[in-house]
């Protein structure tokens, strides 16, 4: 006999493949609740959350700080647009400038990743009255027209097509390619400081250097695509300023994922040389700036720096690099903080099955050999070692299979 918690699980996803347009390879879970790295499913099982639905729960799930900054806000105003101030909005840009290197001074809201970049290279456009956009081989920025045509990374502009005009390729880590190509057509050029989708890679720090260079030398804007490295992941605020990026501040930074905690928005942080060139009605989204939003991102940002979150990724990424020193079929592992590719001889998705399988969520990646770990921010030694554990159970239980 089917327990109910079965029948339950059997009903929610018959529902959702039913209803829902099918365009993610779903796992098997019923999310139900969430507590820190934890994610519980409906029919009670508990997962030990390492992805963090696409690097969003970087406080963890419902955070405490966050819920009741959420309750409060939905309590008293749920929404209004730019044409009014707002306490909860004044309070999130003045937070968000306050832990940006100090160049980055204005705050833009919108809802998502993409349209963050869309409206980073519009300003570009704007700031500099040239159209060219310069993006790498194997980054992603999202899957709205413009946003998708600056991807170059497997089928997206395929998909993305027409593609909007003005994207040029360089290649990611060699100056002289992108050299090549920044010619005074150029509006900016825009990069994942570490390519995350593409396999977690990350360039040698005298790139980033050089590419500021050039953008100064040639008055291009320099846009860095933080929404994945952004809001603490890497163990600080931002890769933009960081030793990790030897100290390189760009002129605009994009926002996403982990900066509402669960809660959609976006933002770009510019300096003043690029906010100078935006007038009103330039820029707009209705729901950009929402109270609910607000709310969260300011508590987001109390909430990693209250529980000392930096201070943690720094400490357990070097546990957590210690402990997979154990594993031999780990042949490298990239990134840095809680954005970390973990490198195999061979396919990771078996590996990422298997872990699935001892309720361990991981991500894969566009470099089929390397598993992906973006836990959130508050994720600590003893269950880096119940993950270890698991990676190591999956080994044993038939390496062979496990990686072919
Ligand atoms: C680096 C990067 N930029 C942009 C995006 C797009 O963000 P969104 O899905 O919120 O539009 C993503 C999403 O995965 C991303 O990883």
Same mark, same amino acid.
Do not use: G, N
């Given at each position: 006999m089917k327990t109910e918690a079965a029948i339950e699980l059997e009903n929610t996803t018959a529902l959702e493949d039913r209803y829902q347009l099918a365009t993610y390879k779903k796992m098997p879970v019923v999310a139900e609740r969430g507590e820190g790295v934890w994610l519980y499913a409906s029919n009670g099982e508990r997962y030990l959350d390492l992805y963090g639905g696409h690097a969003v729960a970087g406080t963890g799930h419902c955070h405490p700080h966050v819920v009741k900054a959420l309750t409060e806000q939905a309590g008293k105003l749920l929404f209004y647009s730019n044409l009014v101030y707002s306490e909860a909005r004044a309070r999130a840009a003045q937070k968000l400038v306050a832990i940006a290197p100090p160049i980055l001074t204005k705050a833009f809201f919108c809802n998502s990743g993409t349209e963050a970049n869309e409206n980073s290279m519009r300003m570009a456009r704007m700031s500099t009255g040239r159209e060219n956009i310069i993006t790498f081989s194997g980054g992603f920025h999202g899957r709205t027209a413009d946003s998708i045509s600056a991807t170059f990374l497997g089928k997206y502009r395929e998909i993305g097509k027409p593609n909007v005009p003005g994207h040029l390729r360089a290649e990611f880590g060699d100056i002289d390619s992108v050299r090549a190509l920044a010619d005074d057509s150029v509006a900016a050029i825009m990069l994942e400081p570490i390519q995350s989708m593409g396999g977690v890679r990350m360039a040698g720090p005298k790139f980033y250097r050089a590419l500021r260079e050039l953008c100064d030398e040639r008055g291009i804007i320099l846009i860095y695509d933080e929404v994945q490295t952004g809001v603490g992941r890497i163990g600080d605020w931002f890769f933009a300023g960081s030793a990790a990026g030897d100290g390189v501040v760009p002129d605009v930074v994009t926002l996403a994922k982990a900066l509402g905690s669960g809660v959609p928005v976006g933002a770009c942080l510019v300096n003043e040389k690029v906010a100078d060139n935006i007038k009103e009605n330039d820029l707009g989204t209705t729901f950009g700036g929402g109270m609910m939003a607000m709310a969260a991102v300011t508590a987001t940002l109390e909430a990693i720096e209250r529980d000392g979150m930096l201070e943690n990724v720094s400490n357990v990424e070097v546990y957590l690099r210690q402990r997979l020193? =154990?594993? =031999?079929?780990?042949r490298a592992i990239h990134g840095r903080g809680f954005l970390l590719g973990l490198e195999f001889a061979d396919k990771a998705k078996p590996i990422h099955e298997g872990l699935l399988e001892r309720r361990v969520i991981t991500g894969t990646s566009s470099d089929l050999k390397v598993l992906r770990l973006l836990p959130p921010l508050c994720l600590r030694q003893d269950e880096v070692d119940l993950f270890i554990e698991s990676l190591t159970a999956v080994f044993h239980s038939g390496p062979e299979n496990q990686t072919s």
């Open positions: 020193k =154990e594993i =031999e079929q780990v």
